[in-house]
């Protein structure tokens, strides 16, 4: 199985920052992971930024898995404009597609954890 990451970092529309939470966290998400591949989603919101600016202070990371033993990122693109244009995915007027942007990457290592990360984990589950 091949994995991908698409990153998005997107901006509300001006004063309808809770209608633009509501559609992105109740239904986009889902949306979203009803195209095939996508296996996984989660949002943030920006905490701290560093020395120069995201577009935006929201982020969405979106999981992907394909059996392409070398997936070509546009066909990602292609399958989520798919669906958009076929209205199984609307978007909120609320979304400022203007300053979004979004982007795949592909893992170039295998996946670490700190030991302690993985100690802390089970000492939660006790």
Known sequence: MAKQILV???NPIPGQEDEYNRWYSEQHLD?????PGMIAAQRFKLALDGAKSLPGPYLAIYEMETDDPAPDPKQTFEALAKVASSGQM??????DTVNMVASVFRP???RKVSAGAAVGAK????
């Open 8 to 10: 998005v970092v997107s």
């Open 31 to 35: 949306d979203v992971l009803r195209v």
């Open 90 to 95: 609307p978007i909120s007027p609320a979304l």
């Open 108 to 110: 170039i290592t295998e």
């Open 123 to 126: 000492t939660a589950r006790k």
